[in-house]
Nanobody, 129 residues
Framework: VQLQASGGGLVQAGGSLRLSCAAS????????LGWFRQAPGKEREFVAA????????YYADSVKGRFTISRDNAKNTVYLQMLSLKPEDTAVYYC???????????????????????WGKGTQVTVSS
């Protein structure tokens, strides 16, 4: 499995960016794709996730109402539309893929780092004030 993230860059506060993550390889057992981010000196944190089937979405409180995650199953690609960006959104953004959710997985399954087995290399997002 390979994940290729793209779309990062430098933007002013209040601006927008759209990240993409293309998944390839043996992805047929995957249930969901998530986005995480890591700012300098901080731990990696959950941002958003989407289920391939049904399209259910999950968001961190810090990005609700500003970020939208979506997927294109035909292209095995997930997008993260980021609006009203703030300097505190500055981080390296990583996409990650799970290997299949257990039956009756709770919502918290999608926000845990250890849910995801495959990780992309990350794309830098810098928001200037």
């Amino acid at each position: 499995v390979q994940l290729q993230a793209s779309g990062g860059g430098l933007v002013q506060a209040g601006g927008s960016l759209r990240l993409s993550c293309a998944a390839s390889g043996r992805t047929f057992s995957s249930t969901a794709l998530g986005w995480f981010r890591q700012a300098p000196g901080k731990e990696r944190e959950f941002v958003a996730a989407v289920r391939w089937s049904g399209g259910s979405t999950y968001y961190a409180d810090s990005v609700k109402g500003r970020f939208t995650i979506s997927r294109d199953n035909a292209k095995n690609t997930v997008y993260l539309q980021m609006l009203s960006l703030k300097p505190e959104d500055t981080a390296v953004y990583y996409c990650a893929l799970d290997s299949g959710a257990p039956p009756y997985a709770s919502d918290s399954y999608y926000s845990r780092m250890n849910t995801y087995d495959y990780w992309g290399k990350g794309t830098q997002v810098t928001v200037s004030s």
